[in-house]
């Protein structure tokens, strides 16, 4: 059986806006984020952190983590959205 593509659902999508505003409010360019990242450990080139932001790739725990820990924020804000505490 092929292995299928698992489309991208509501709390992704959240979490892909939240990143790149968060972002932006930051002044940060996505090869700043993606560099961010990558020296937590998490390697990540700012085409993977586009594609992210524009929801054509997963973001799955670990880059969720790693993302938070470079804006600084907790998870719960990007699957919640900018307005979380």
């Known amino acids: 059986m092929a292995a299928r593509s698992l489309e991208i659902g509501p709390v992704g999508i959240r979490a892909a806006r939240t990143i790149e505003i968060l972002r932006t409010e930051r002044g940060l360019a996505q090869r700043q984020l993606a560099g961010r990242v990558t020296a937590l450990g998490r390697p990540?080139?700012?085409?993977?952190?586009?594609?992210?932001?524009?929801?054509?790739?997963?973001?799955?725990?670990?880059?969720?983590?790693?993302?938070?820990?470079?804006?600084?924020?907790?998870?719960?804000?990007?699957?919640?959205?900018?307005t979380a505490p």
């Open 44 to 82: 990540m080139s700012n085409t993977m952190l586009s594609r992210i932001e524009r929801a054509q790739r997963r973001c799955d725990v670990d880059d969720l983590a790693a993302i938070t820990e470079a804006l600084l924020v907790s998870p719960l804000v990007l699957l919640q959205g900018p």
